[in-house]
């Protein structure tokens, strides 16, 4: 077996690929991750001159999934290159699936992920003795730091790719438990749930953050920026921050494919990967359907018919 | 029945939430349908959750 790749082997490579990509015309934008204000901190980087790949880097911040950014990045004829996760990848494949992008107008750069550091775990440890984690350590020497997600990752090398930056990495095995945290929630009683999620739905700033970074929410006009709609309002009390969460989980079930940046960006921390979790261990059971987007030829399970459906229909 | 499980999970009592198929042609089993869940709701007495906006 080949040794690991630190990340600044990795940054090399890529950026030396990307100067490539755009020197050749290949690509018109390179959409990457350039170093934040902090040193756990990285920021959407979007280069177009070949001078400025010196910009672009990898660590184990890398968190965001950029895939959302290629809407604005579509040019008729041209291609963006972009860098993917595993996890974020499935979310290239939600934009492919719902013909948000074409695939020819996408270079893909995979970069296999063995985890991501949640910046929110970190400063509790700057304070303690350990130190935080370094970003150019090719081992994960914290592991406890790692996003839930990361825990029980179906897909460490990405699904779709054009170019993949290091060697693949394999699951990590008996990933079973994954549905554990949905599996003790159903368990409660109605109004232990009610009260569960009325205490998180009442933070909820009605920001759209949460649908802003979504690979699945691509609706040219969402239902929520109309001026006055029908059938749900703006206004930022329970019961409407309710249906807002109830309705933006539904319109992704069977698309969400469990990137987690809904509950990433959240500023302040409602546990929306829970509801959009809870959908696809539904759709597992109920559809034997695998996460979506991590096989671009399965066509999410609510936009497909089969005879073997589960619902009664009496 | 996804959006059905979904809603019990957000801690909505089960009977609150119904989903029947019936045609057209089935007016009987229309009203039957309505009468059980009318019932299954009186029982329940009214519903707490997502009341708050008309307030």
Known sequence: ?314 | MIMKRLLEFTGLEPERFQARWISGSEGAKFAATVQEITEQIKNLGPNTKMRDTDE
């Open chain 1, 1 to 314: 077996m080949s040794e690991k790749k630190t990340p600044s082997q990795i940054t090399a490579k890529l950026r030396e690929e990307c100067r490539r990509l755009l020197e050749t015309g290949t690509v018109h934008t390179v959409i990457g991750f350039a170093r934040g204000s902090l040193p756990d901190r990285t920021v959407p980087v979007f280069i177009t001159n070949p001078k400025d790949v010196e910009h672009l880097t990898w660590n184990p911040f890398c968190a965001a999934n950029l895939s959302k950014y290629l809407l604005d990045h579509r040019r008729p004829g041209g291609k963006a290159a972009i860098i993917v996760k595993g996890c974020d990848s499935r979310g290239i494949v939600r934009l492919l699936q719902d013909n948000q992008i074409l695939r020819d107008q996408v270079h893909i750069l995979g970069i296999p992920c063995r985890g991501q550091y949640d910046h929110r775990k970190i400063p509790g440890l700057v304070a303690g003795e350990t130190g935080p984690p370094d970003p150019e350590s090719a081992a994960l020497v914290h592991p406890e730091l790692l996003f839930e997600k990361c825990a029980y990752c179906e897909n460490p090398t990405p699904v779709i790719y054009d170019l993949l930056l290091d060697d693949a990495v394999e699951p990590i095995a008996g990933s079973n438990g994954r549905f554990a945290e949905i599996t003790a929630l159903e368990e409660k009683t109605a109004l232990e749930k009610s009260a569960y999620w009325d205490d998180h739905f009442n933070r909820c700033l009605r920001c759209y953050a949460c649908r802003n970074a979504c690979p699945a929410c691509t609706c040219r006009e969402c239902v929520f920026d109309q001026f006055d709609p029908d059938w749900v309002s703006k206004r930022n009390n329970l019961s409407e921050n309710t249906a807002f969460h109830l309705i933006r989980a539904f319109h992704v079930a069977g698309r969400c494919v469990d990137c987690g940046e809904c509950d990433r960006v959240c500023p302040v921390q409602i546990p929306l990967r829970l509801l959009n979790r809870k959908i696809i261990k539904d759709l597992d059971e109920l559809f034997e359907a695998p996460t979506p987007g991590t096989d671009i030829n399965v066509k999410p399970a609510l936009g497909d018919f089969n005879s073997r459906d589960p619902d009664k229909f009496h």
